[in-house]
C-alpha cells in the first residue's frame, strides 16, 4: 500500500470514530483531501482508494491539476474540485469555470462575481460562507454579525446553490479548547437554518483538530497533511 493510501485509510477511521463517538450516523462527514503543493501523483494515488474530493488553494496550480487529471473517475463519477483557499476577485473567472465547491466566500462581491461567470452549461457552483470565528481583524471571513445578510444575498444569487459555512479557527493543541470556535460556527449555522435558509454543510476541521470539528458537527473536514505529508512551499514554483 502506498504511504498515501495507508494515511487515507488512518484519517477515515479517525473521522468514524469521531461521527461513532458524537453518536451522529455513519457517513455524516465527508472526507475532503487537501491536494495544494502536491502534484497530479499525489491526487492520483488517493484516487487509486477512492477518494474523490480535493481541496485547493493556489488558482493557477490547481488549474494545472485539474487538467492533468481530467478524465480520473472514482466509481463512475469524475473527481470534484474545492476551491479553499483566499481569492481575489480577478482570480474569479477560472474558479467559475473549472471547480466545483467554493468554501472561501469571505464577502458578497466575490459570490456576486462567481454567480455571473459561472456557465450556465454547468451546475450550480456549490458555495460556503467562510466565517471569521476568532475575530482577527488578519482573517478573511465575514464576521457572524454580518453572516446572515451576506448569506442571505448569495442565497438568492443564480448559477449558485449556497451550502453552509466554512471555518478555520486559530491553531489550539487542546482538544477541550478546539470545541468552542467549532461551537460557535454550529450555533451560528443553526441560526441561519432557524431562519430559513436550506444549508446542509459545515466545513471545518483540519488534521489536527479534525475530532473536535466533528464532535461539534462538522460535515466536511478539510485535511492536507495527515494524508499527503508535510508541505514544503518552496518546492510549489
Ligand atoms: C491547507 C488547508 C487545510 C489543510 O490543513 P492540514 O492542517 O494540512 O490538514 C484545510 N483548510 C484550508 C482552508 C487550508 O488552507
Redesign the pocket.
Known amino acids: 500500500m502506498s504511504p498515501i493510501a495507508a494515511h487515507l485509510e488512518d484519517v477515515l477511521s479517525r473521522i468514524t470514530r469521531a461521527t461513532t463517538a458524537a453518536g451522529r450516523a455513519d457517513g455524516s462527514v465527508r472526507l475532503l483531501a487537501?491536494s495544494?503543493t502536491f502534484g497530479a501523483d499525489a491526487v492520483r494515488e488517493a484516487v487509486a482508494v477512492g477518494q474523490r474530493a480535493f481541496?485547493e488553494?493556489y488558482v493557477q496550480e490547481a488549474l494545472d491539476k485539474i487538467e492533468a487529471l481530467a478524465g480520473e473517475t472514482v466509481g463512475a463519477e469524475p473527481l470534484e474540485w474545492h476551491f479553499?483557499?483566499p481569492l481575489q476577485s480577478n482570480k474569479t473567472r477560472p474558479v467559475a469555470e473549472h471547480f466545483d465547491w467554493v468554501h472561501s466566500v469571505d464577502r458578497l462581491k466575490i459570490a456576486e462575481r462567481l454567480s455571473a461567470q459561472r456557465p450556465t452549461h454547468l451546475p450550480p457552483l456549490q458555495i460556503c460562507l467562510q466565517v471569521n470565528i476568532s475575530g482577527e481583524a488578519s482573517k478573511s471571513g465575514v464576521t457572524p454579525d454580518e453572516a446572515l445578510a451576506v448569506a442571505r444575498a448569495i442565497a438568492a444569487l443564480p448559477n449558485l446553490t449556497l451550502r453552509g459555512l466554512m471555518a478555520?479557527p486559530e491553531p489550539e493543541d487542546d482538544p477541550a479548547r478546539q470545541r468552542e470556535p467549532f461551537k460557535a460556527v454550529r450555533d451560528l449555522f443553526d441560526a441561519l437554518c432557524a431562519d430559513g435558509l436550506a444549508l446542509d454543510t459545515l466545513s471545518m476541521g483540519?488534521?489536527?483538530d479534525l475530532e473536535a470539528a466533528v464532535a461539534e458537527g462538522a460535515t466536511m473536514v478539510?485535511?492536507?497533511?495527515?494524508i499527503f505529508g508535510a508541505r514544503d512551499y518552496g518546492a510549489k514554483a
Open positions: 487537501v495544494k481541496g488553494n479553499i483557499g478555520i483540519m488534521s489536527g478539510r485535511i492536507g497533511t495527515a
